[in-house]
């Protein structure tokens, strides 16, 4: 009686462990769902869809049995095929975020590397006011660097004043370099929580070993503390790399020149034409999936290295 009263007990217990985990993980599935399942399969439903022919407005197709795919073969004619005016522009974006995602690592690392090693007592108030700024809304920000970047800003005036040009620079007017440096200030403070989180977990006295066998602190750092920093370099571009991607809100405020547009002003522009939302849904589609790519890496070499650290 006691072992059928004992068994009784576990599988109720189960049912409760069971239930417990469900109820606490369903608030997250239903926002899941609310906020990305659903405006996922709208973007699909309207990337397959039709062209009302009267009122030049998208048809969404809501069943899957009549979707059809005509605006992701315009989408990909004009990104690969002959006349493809997006082609360039997606080349562009590639060369964008690659410049702008290692100078993110560049000065990101260092910096989390100094709080965390260099910090002491002090981290959090470091971290506090590398942080702080980025509380300001990225519009605030990006209105601020326009001001610091016009004709008249401070940026040609400390310039012209160090004689390192000879008049000012009209960085507005449809510079590369504006927009890359824009795209690494926005995005850059996510990258150094995701390092400093990362360097702040890697046990010292390995460090500490390394130095006690000889290695000096330039070897240290290259044997040691960078290897086991790899995966928090791998997680924090990948949150850096991929935003990057679909932004077209940088270009618009510090450019705003078809010179320097990035893949997310084609898409913005496609959704806000009339008669080319379904062709601005594919090409998001197809960027889409283009992304997955790094994000399935990303995948795998988080569950190679726990299968090789387990």
Same mark, same amino acid.
């Given at each position: 009686?006691?072992?059928?009263?004992?068994?009784?007990?576990?599988?109720?217990?189960?049912?409760?462990?069971?239930?417990?985990?469900?109820?606490?993980?369903?608030?997250?599935?239903?926002?899941?769902?609310?906020?990305?399942?659903?405006?996922?399969?709208?973007?699909?439903?309207?990337?397959?869809?039709?062209?009302?022919?009267?009122?030049?407005?998208?048809?969404?197709?809501?069943?899957?049995?009549?979707?059809?795919?005509?605006?992701?073969?315009?989408?990909?004619?004009?990104?690969?095929?002959?006349?493809a005016f997006i082609g360039p522009i997606f080349v562009r974006t590639v060369v964008y975020?690659?410049?702008?995602?290692?100078?993110?690592?560049?000065?990101?690392?260092?910096?989390?590397?100094?709080?965390?090693?260099?910090?002491?007592?002090?981290?959090?108030?470091?971290?506090?006011?590398?942080?702080?700024?980025?509380?300001? &809304?990225?519009?605030?920000? @990006? $209105?601020?660097?326009?001001?610091?970047?016009?004709? =008249?800003? #401070?940026? *040609?005036?400390? %310039?012209?004043?160090?004689?390192?040009?000879?008049?000012?620079?009209?960085?507005?007017?449809?510079?590369?370099?504006?927009?890359?440096?824009?795209?690494?200030?926005?995005?850059?403070?996510?990258?150094?929580?995701?390092?400093?989180?990362?360097?702040?977990?890697?046990?010292?006295?390995?460090?500490e070993a390394g130095r006690d066998l000889g290695l000096s602190g330039w070897r240290t750092?290259?044997?040691?503390?960078?290897?086991?920093?790899?995966? &928090?370099?791998?997680?924090? @571009? $990948?949150?850096?790399?991929?935003?990057?991607?679909? =932004?077209? #809100?940088? *270009?618009?405020? %510090?450019?705003?020149?078809?010179?320097?547009?990035?893949?997310?002003?084609?898409?913005?522009?496609?959704?806000?034409?009339?008669?080319?939302?379904?062709?601005?849904?594919?090409?998001?589609?197809?960027?889409?999936?283009?992304?997955?790519?790094?994000?399935?890496?990303?995948?795998?070499?988080?569950?190679?290295?726990?299968?090789?650290?387990?």
């Amino acid at each position: 009686m006691r072992g059928i009263r004992g068994a009784r007990r576990e599988v109720t217990d189960g049912v409760r462990g069971r239930l417990f985990w469900a109820a606490l993980t369903a608030p997250g599935i239903v926002w899941l769902i609310a906020l990305f399942v659903v405006p996922f399969y709208a973007v699909v439903a309207i990337a397959t869809g039709e062209l009302n022919p009267v009122f030049q407005s998208a048809v969404p197709a809501w069943n899957p049995l009549h979707w059809s795919g005509a605006n992701f073969a315009r989408s990909w004619s004009d990104l690969v095929g002959t006349g493809a005016f997006i082609g360039p522009i997606f080349v562009r974006t590639v060369v964008y975020v690659a410049i702008a995602s290692v100078l993110s690592l560049l000065i990101a690392f260092p910096v989390a590397y100094f709080v965390t090693r260099f910090g002491g007592r002090r981290k959090g108030v470091f971290l506090a006011l590398l942080i702080a700024p980025f509380w300001i &809304s990225y519009m605030m920000r @990006m $209105l601020a660097w326009i001001d610091l970047l016009q004709n =008249d800003g #401070y940026v *040609n005036k400390a %310039l012209t004043f160090l004689h390192l040009v000879g008049h000012p620079v009209n960085w507005l007017g449809g510079q590369s370099a504006t927009v890359i440096l824009g795209l690494v200030y926005g995005y850059i403070p996510y990258l150094i929580l995701v390092l400093y989180s990362g360097l702040d977990r890697i046990d010292t006295r390995l460090i500490e070993a390394g130095r006690d066998l000889g290695l000096s602190g330039w070897r240290t750092f290259l044997q040691v503390t960078l290897p086991l920093s790899r995966q &928090s370099v791998l997680t924090g @571009m $990948l949150i850096t790399v991929l935003p990057m991607f679909g =932004d077209y #809100y940088t *270009n618009q405020m %510090l450019s705003g020149s078809a010179g320097t547009s990035m893949i997310g002003n084609v898409i913005d522009g496609q959704l806000n034409a009339t008669g080319l939302q379904g062709e601005g849904a594919a090409l998001s589609v197809l960027l889409l999936v283009v992304l997955l790519v790094p994000m399935l890496y990303y995948v795998f070499s988080t569950n190679r290295a726990a299968t090789e650290l387990g």
